[in-house]
């Protein structure tokens, strides 16, 4: 058995992670996890990551919960300097970004719209006054007059940021429209990955704000549990 992945393309890493294989020719098995169907929770998903976390990947023997493979050095380049701007890049998406977006995702769309759980407007305006703040912050630390968020070409730390911020966007946030510097570089990065491949990896995600309130008593309060650190 080749490379297993096992992914949600609702997931942002997961995204990050299926554009990277995808484009480098990588090949390997989809295996979908679906989060929002408790997918994650059975026994035979907890065989491959205990972590019960996608993404994981599996490769014969060899099972990783974070990353493996070779690809061309701009993804991440073997000179110390410019590796070192896509770890801290990486290193401030984990801390700041990341969770910004998934609690403006989800205060706006999923707790109500899927969850049936409002979420107080003053929560939700605080929360987006905070992505604001780190968007503001991707501008002007990282990307300020580069191409990409590292130097010329795009690394992972493009495909990182572009996937997170996908997530806002799938809820309705105009991230994009007031800040034309930030949407000249999502093209370029759509531009680097190819248009198709992108809108592959989104079209899970997009269509989200179209999915039926969840029913399931069961899988709603196991699901809420994992989420309420999103709620604040
Ligand atoms: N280490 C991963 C993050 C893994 C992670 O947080 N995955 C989330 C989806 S985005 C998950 O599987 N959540 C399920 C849960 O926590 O119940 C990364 O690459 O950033």
Request: proline share 7%; glycine share 4%.
């Amino acid at each position: 058995m080749g490379l297993e992945l096992y992914l949600d393309l609702m997931s942002q890493p997961c995204r990050a992670v299926y554009i990277f294989a995808k484009k480098n020719g990588i090949p390997f098995q989809l295996r979908t996890i679906e989060l929002l169907k408790g997918q994650h929770y059975t026994d035979a998903f907890a065989q491959v990551n205990p972590l019960r976390k996608v993404p994981a990947l599996k490769d014969g023997d060899f099972v990783l919960a974070e990353r493996k493979y070779k690809a061309p050095d701009h993804w991440y380049p073997q000179d110390l300097q410019t590796r070192a701007r896509v770890d801290e890049y990486l290193a401030w998406q984990h801390t700041a970004l990341r969770s910004c977006c998934s609690r403006a995702m989800w205060q706006k769309m999923m707790f109500p719209v899927f969850l049936g759980q409002p979420v107080p407007p003053e929560r939700l305006a605080s929360t987006l006054a905070e992505l604001d703040g780190c968007l503001q912050m991707l501008e002007d630390k990282f990307l300020q007059n580069k191409a990409f968020l590292t130097g010329p070409h795009i690394s992972v730390a493009d495909l990182v940021a572009i996937t997170e911020l996908m997530h806002p966007v799938s809820a309705g946030c105009k991230i994009f429209e007031s800040r034309p510097k930030l949407a000249a570089w999502r093209q370029r990065v759509e531009a680097a990955v190819g248009e198709s491949l992108f809108q592959e990896a989104h079209e899970v995600v997009l269509k989200a704000k179209d999915m039926p309130p969840l029913m399931d008593p069961t899988l709603k309060e196991k699901l809420k549990l994992s989420v309420q650190c999103l709620l604040h």
